[in-house]
């Protein structure tokens, strides 16, 4: 079964502070591709960052980043120096062969003034 | 370019009525989709489309769920007749071809069934 999961439902972190969300996921295959997206209350869902299963090398995107362990089907994200602004629902999403995009449940993150 | 375009923003309709929310994707794009999200369920996909042919809607709920997607630029989700059950924010999204390619989203339609 292709699934994703994120474990925390609810995070908080003071404003400037850093929070990591976790991911784990599950794919018989071997090459495949994961993301982050952001829903703030707007309701828009905002890609935050991509990661490509065949790269070692973790992806960044300014104050984003995520730690891709491939073995253990790990894809967490981490935030540094929380802004007001990244209060958001955050979801972990990997996408098929087919191109269908599996999301997991969310997390509500809530940076705190 | 506008991005992906939902209408209406919010529908409230009466159990028994007939929905149709709309969707235009990103110019260019050729992958269509429309996702479900619920507090209960988090977000379902229900049906896509490449190329304007349904590849898999084994997502759909039920015969009351149809889509159409008669040209590139325009694609409609349709419940008849709609349930209290099926309110919920539906999302349509549009990339290019190819499952490294990000999908877009639009800004969903709110649907509340009476």
């Known amino acids: 079964a292709q699934t994703v999961t994120q474990s925390q439902p609810e995070m908080s972190v003071q404003e400037a502070e850093t929070v990591t969300l976790s991911c784990t996921y599950d794919t018989s295959e071997n090459n495949y591709y994961l993301f982050w997206y952001k829903q703030p209350p707007s309701r828009q869902m905002i890609l935050v960052i991509r990661?490509?299963?065949?790269?070692?090398q973790n992806a960044t995107e300014n104050r984003f980043s995520v730690n891709f362990q491939k073995a253990a089907k790990s894809f967490s994200l981490k935030i540094s120096d929380s802004q007001l602004g990244d209060t958001a629902m955050y979801f972990c999403a990997f996408i098929l062969n087919t191109g269908k995009l599996i999301f997991g449940q969310g997390t509500t993150l809530q940076v705190k003034p | 370019d506008a991005g992906v375009i939902q209408s209406p923003r919010h529908e409230v309709t009466e159990m028994g009525q007939e929905v149709t929310l709309r969707c235009k994707p990103i110019s260019g794009h050729n992958s269509l989709f429309w996702y479900r999200q619920t507090m209960m369920r988090g977000l379902e996909l229900l049906i896509y489309?490449?190329?304007?042919?349904?590849?898999?809607d084994s997502g759909m709920p039920e015969d009351r769920f149809s889509a159409k997607m008669p040209n590139a630029s325009f694609s409609t989700l349709k419940i008849q007749p709609s349930e209290p059950r099926d309110s919920a924010v539906y999302f349509c999204?549009?990339?290019?071809?190819?499952?490294?390619?990000?999908?877009?989203f639009g800004s969903g339609t709110q649907l509340s069934v009476l």
């Open positions: 990661q490509e299963a065949y790269k070692q």
């Open positions: 489309f490449n190329n304007n042919v349904p590849i898999d």
């Open positions: 999204a549009s990339s290019l071809a190819g499952r490294d390619e990000k999908l877009f």
